[in-house]
């Protein structure tokens, strides 16, 4: 039996139950449901994430990321973000990952030619087939090189201009496409992505981009089990940089507990 912290007089055999204040209030007080669903939304606080928290984290941010998290509140609630600390701490911990601490708005991609073989070994010499030294500096050939005829990219210059942006790296034009149909369900009036891609970095729309791929993903549940590997094969698709992710979450969750 496990104790419930909403309600002192009811005990719950189920421990998933006993994160449910619903279910408990209904079984301590038999309220209607549609009462406690008015009541558990009315009454448990949000966690509140303001821009000095986020200061404190990330004193490089980009002034567009600054702004998006000076208003930021009302997108991490409606993507229940906000629900739990440990919601917010994981999210944070991704976001300050993948933007280099809120610092990064487009993907670098000026390697030199003695890096390039370290990042794509099957694609640089000499395990791959390219020579490093054509593709040295020079972001716009080396994007359309390494992300062309993939993830939605079909046309010649489409693996520069869905390179990596944003709070995310939203990567991809499929991506893109993804975000733009996601949030149109929730706000009509969202720029279409593929479109206008640097939107994706804008103060009005980086935030919600960037919370619209955390819940496709599921990460919300992963983020409540605190499954860090799990999420960042989520966000990221492997677990790059994931030593770097554990140490961001360590912080966050020193700031929302």
Partial sequence: MVRHPFCSTADVADPAAALNPAVVVT???????????FFTRSNLMTVNVNLSQVLHLAPNTRSSYRAAFQNGQTVLDQH???????????????????????????EN????AE??????????KPR????????????????????????????PND???????????????????EATTILRKENPAAPDFVALPDQVISAEWCLAVAASE??????????????????????????????ERIEWARRTKAVWR
């Avoid at 079984?27 to 009462?35: E, K, Q, T, V, W």
């Avoid at 890096?115 to 640089?124: A, G, H, I, M």
Wanted: hydrophobic share 35%; aromatic share 8%; charged share 20%.
């Fill in 214 to 243: 955390w819940v496709s993903k599921g990460c919300n549940a992963l983020a409540d089990l605190d499954d860090i590997r799990k999420i960042t094969r989520a966000i990221n698709g492997g677990l790059t940089g994931l030593a």
């Fill in 27 to 37: 079984r301590a007080i038999g309220l209607d449901s549609n009462l406690v669903l």
């Fill in 159 to 177: 693996g520069f201009t869905y390179r990596g942006r944003g709070l995310m790296q939203l990567t991809g034009k499929d991506s893109y496409r």
């Fill in 115 to 124: 890096r390039l073989p370290k990042v794509w070994p099957s694609r640089f």
């Fill in 80 to 106: 229940k973000i906000s629900e739990t600390p440990l919601r917010v701490a994981h999210f944070m911990a991704q976001v300050l990952h993948e933007s280099g601490g809120l610092a990064i708005q487009f």
């Fill in 109 to 112: 991609l000026n390697y030199s």
């Fill in 128 to 155: 791959g087939p390219l020579d490093p030294d054509n593709y040295a500096h020079n972001p716009q050939k080396l994007a359309n090189e390494v992300y062309g005829g993939r993830m939605g990219n079909t046309a």
